[in-house]
């Protein structure tokens, strides 16, 4: 059966980088959106960044709070979906999940069908 597993997070200082990854294991043949979201202490759990992998990727979206710092980005070749992230803040700080479901990503009603265990990303 499929599994999302994700890796990369960790501590850093404010404006540094940090790369994560969501690793696809069992990957069936079909096409989806996946996406980055996540879930800062005492908030709600937000998206972050998604793409569908179909087609060599497209649909992009970010988030205004990560614009022009976030990127995702698909490795088909290693069925992974990563999240490069620079000029990190104190307010990225959250636990990062990467998620899918064959619906089209819809910030705030999107439902996946399929979650990974999540990592911590701490910013100081």
């Known amino acids: 059966h499929v599994q999302l597993v994700e890796s990369g997070g960790g501590s850093v200082q404010a404006g540094g980088s940090l790369r994560l990854s969501c690793a696809i294991s069992g990957r069936s ?3 989806y ?13 937000e998206g972050v960044a998604a793409m569908y992998t179909g087609f060599g990727g497209g649909n992009i ?9 976030f990127t995702i980005s698909q490795d088909n070749a290693k069925n ?7 000029s990190l803040k104190p307010e990225d700080t959250a636990v990062y ?10 910030p705030g009603s999107w439902y996946p069908e399929l979650w990974g265990q999540g990592t911590q990303v701490t910013v100081s």
């Open 29 to 31: 043949n079909e096409n």
């Open 33 to 45: 959106f996946l996406a980055w979201l996540r879930q800062p202490p005492g908030k709600e759990r």
């Open 61 to 69: 979206y970010y988030d205004d709070s990560v614009k022009g710092r």
């Open 80 to 86: 992974t979906v990563t999240l490069q992230m620079n």
């Open 97 to 106: 999940s990467c998620a899918k479901d064959p619906r089209a990503f819809c």
